[in-house]
T-cell receptor, first 119, second 114 residues
Framework: AQKITQTQPGMFVQEKEAVTLDCTYD???????LFWYKQPSSGEMIFLIY??????QNATEGRYSLNFQKARKSANLVISASQLGDSAMYFC????????????????FGGGTRVLVKP | DSGVTQTPKHLITATGQRVTLRCSPR?????VYWYQQSLDQGLQFLIQ???????AKGNILERFSAQQFPDLHSELNLSSLELGDSALYFC?????????????FGPGTRLLVL
């Protein structure tokens, strides 16, 4: 079974509008972390936002916010006021476990969602 | 700019050859991770090193090996290359081995095997 599922392969969004990118995850760990990364056409992976499983508040970073629904195992990324430069692939990732017993700190990625912002 | 550097940016080679990809982590980071991004497999974790020691292993082929040197830079060696090894190889770094902190990615090395 996939650990990270991004069901939207591609989306169009109008400039200045908000867009929500879906991410659901599967883990039996109580402690885990969820990340979103942006990959523009140039190829680099840019960290956007992080949510820890014990964080009570939804994470926010500028125009990015994470809608974390633990019971539903979802961690959707919301981009507000979309800009042309937001056109990119967006990846949701999960790190399971923590502490010395954790098997390292590896990230498991979803398949990504391509966002195209229309002027 | 994440502060993680990778060289070379592009690499074109032939099947059966061996290549070395190099990564320098962000200043102060002790952990280095290698990921492979291919069209058919997506983004996959290969291996993690922490302060010179192997910390975790993912779906890394036996033809691939890595190491982290005392100055904390890391190298990923790919040998007996096959067409299917063509991919974007990322290095990432974080301060510690565990704890969930953010991994910052380098710009990647794009490998094309002909």
């Amino acid at each position: 079974a996939q650990k990270i599922t991004q069901t939207q392969p591609g989306m169009f969004v109008q400039e200045k509008e908000a867009v929500t990118l879906d991410c659901t995850y599967d883990t039996s760990d109580q402690s885990y972390g969820l990340f979103w990364y942006k990959q523009p056409s140039s190829g680099e992976m840019i960290f956007l936002i992080y949510q820890g499983s014990y964080d009570e508040q939804n994470a926010t970073e500028g125009r990015y916010s994470l809608n974390f629904q633990k019971a539903r195992k979802s961690a959707n990324l919301v981009i507000s006021a979309s800009q042309l430069g937001d056109s990119a692939m967006y990846f949701c990732a999960m790190r399971e476990g923590r502490g010395i017993k954790a098997a390292g700190n590896k990230l498991t990625f979803g398949g990504g969602t391509r966002v195209l912002v229309k002027p | 700019d994440s502060g993680v550097t990778q060289t070379p940016k592009h690499l074109i080679t032939a099947t059966g050859q061996r290549v070395t990809l190099r990564c320098s982590p962000r200043s102060g980071d002790l952990s280095v991770y290698w990921y492979q991004q291919s069209l058919d497999q997506g983004l996959q974790f290969l291996i993690q090193y922490y302060n010179g020691e192997e910390r975790a292993k993912g779906n890394i082929l036996e033809r691939f090996s890595a190491q982290q040197f005392p100055d904390l830079h890391s190298e990923l060696n790919l040998s007996s290359l096959e067409l299917g090894d063509s991919a974007l190889y990322f290095c990432a770094s974080s301060t510690h081995a565990t704890g969930g902190e953010t991994q910052y990615f380098g710009p990647g090395t794009r490998l094309l095997v002909l």
